[in-house]
């Protein structure tokens, strides 16, 4: 089960009751944080999201509505006795940043490991997470973000029988490891059938329409994608600021083949989002607001 | 007249309901601001306050918790079409965290200049406000600032006839310039009777009490001081990190001989402060809790 919060739905600067975008992810104890704008700390805080269990920050890009929360955070994680090192993913550039920010947050009871993205796609795997970065078309250098649970084809118990599989190796076997036994060598394939489908999760925010986007997205459980602009005059603006309107993203999700579209990084200037969703239901039918604090609980498929 | 909004009241680190302690003031369209922690500028929009008119920053130090909002304050003033240049004044290092914090805000359209604090006291005279800068004993360096309003004498129409000064230089004598007319030098004191009392706001967060404090207060109309503790048993936690109590604040606010203190910079641990202001008001009646955007407006006594 993938526990999904999207923290906040603002771009360019916080409002009142608008916090900047951001959205944290959870999966076995595990949380991955993408984006830490200026008071995010606060919206966690509401949504009840603890600080110690945030092992990966993933950052798109390095404008302040994205980043200007990290000091911050980092103070609080480190208030709340995390000592475990933390991950920061991030485009070129990352480390000078951190190190730059953490002028006011120089001494930390945990580790930091930065890992700058170079291509135009990446892929890590930590903590059961699998991280595709993949570049977007922003004004600066900007990534977006698949983060997929994947799920092991069903334990057949006739298999490890036949194969005469001893019952302490079925559960490493069910984790995917290969395991060398009394000199036999036994691979999860031995009692697995066919993978089966995951849970995927898309972020991706300040960027124009990509079908590069659309590949990273393809299939996506929930596929989060900014909106700056609701407004059809505002595609100039869109352009000119390399950002999207409601309906480009609604065009991708339908196109990517996504369960579901929040749409999120609005402009401070869109104050009735909701009335432009019946256009962008025409493009694409399972397409929402996004909204401060907005979860859901994303579980595997029923077997 | 002087307006005096205490933007937040919380202390290391800002809570879903209570912002980070900072002070904003306001004089003849232009505004002062003290301190600037993530989500000030949140609180800011919340209480009303405009940023174009910033154009003094005053930093008592370079906790993250009074600083942290900086990168998104200025690209927010830049949002709002500043394009005179903004003065920050603070403690010994401010080039180089301003510098650093501005990784994330290259561009912006005004300049910045700012001043580093070296003395333990320091006098500033800009835009109508007289600025004095007392260093403070907190874990780093960290100052408190007193800002006044001077007042000049009552204007004296018989002594003004009495010397056959020409009415046109009322004006520019009364505002304390010195004119030579006529091959004749006209001051001041020819026509102002002696100067009357101004406005005066002291504000002073993280620190131990101190007489340097007492004395930088003295007869404030407004004394703004941390009360980060208001357990009585926590002097031990406020001696260890360098802050005060509620009861040592209204120590030297007695002390001071301050018309009125707000209590700020409340530890998160603190919840019901208001069961704590009796024994406040034993020590210093006029003692009152700050509470985000409380506000006052100070005026010059009735003549």
């Avoid at 490991?113 to 991280?131: P, T």
């Avoid at 698949?146 to 490890?160: D, H, P, Q």
């Avoid at 995917?176 to 089966?196: K, S």
């Avoid at 299939?219 to 994608?225: A, E, V, Y």
């Amino acid at each position: 089960m993938l526990d999904v919060c999207l923290l906040g739905t603002a771009g360019m600067m916080p409002l009142p009751n608008r916090w900047l975008t951001a959205l944290s992810l959870k999966y076995n104890g595990s949380n991955i944080l993408i984006d830490c704008g200026e008071g995010t700390q606060i919206a966690m805080k509401e949504a009840g999201i603890n600080f110690k269990p945030i092992d990966i920050l993933c950052i798109t890009h390095f404008h302040a509505d994205h980043i200007s929360g990290l000091p911050g955070l980092l103070l609080t994680m480190g208030n709340a006795e995390r000592t475990e090192p933390l991950t920061i993913i991030g485009p070129k550039g990352l480390t000078r940043v951190v190190t730059a920010l953490r002028t006011i947050a120089p001494e930390l009871p945990f580790e930091i490991k930065c890992i700058e993205l170079n291509e135009q796609d990446e892929y890590f795997e930590m903590n059961g997470y699998h991280i595709h970065a993949f570049r977007v078309k922003h004004a600066v250098l900007c990534y977006g973000y698949s983060v997929e649970i994947k799920r092991s084809g069903r334990f057949s118990v006739e298999r490890a029988n036949e194969k005469e599989i001893p019952m302490r190796l079925w559960n490493p076997l069910q984790k995917g490891n290969t395991v060398e036994f009394e000199g036999r060598v036994y691979t999860p394939d031995m009692v697995l059938g066919p993978a089966r489908k995951g849970i995927k999760v898309t972020y991706c925010t300040d960027s124009r329409p990509l079908e590069h986007i659309v590949e990273a997205a393809e299939g996506s459980d929930l596929f989060i994608c900014e909106g700056m602009y609701a407004e059809k005059e505002k595609i100039v603006k869109a352009k000119q600021y390399k950002h999207m309107t409601f309906y480009e993203a609604a065009d991708m999700a339908k196109r990517a083949g996504v369960k579901e579209l929040w749409l999120t990084h609005f402009s401070p200037s869109l104050v009735r989002a909701d009335d432009y969703m019946p256009q962008v239901r025409d493009i694409f039918a399972n397409a929402y607001l996004g909204k401060d604090a907005k979860s859901v609980e994303l579980m595997f498929d029923e077997d």
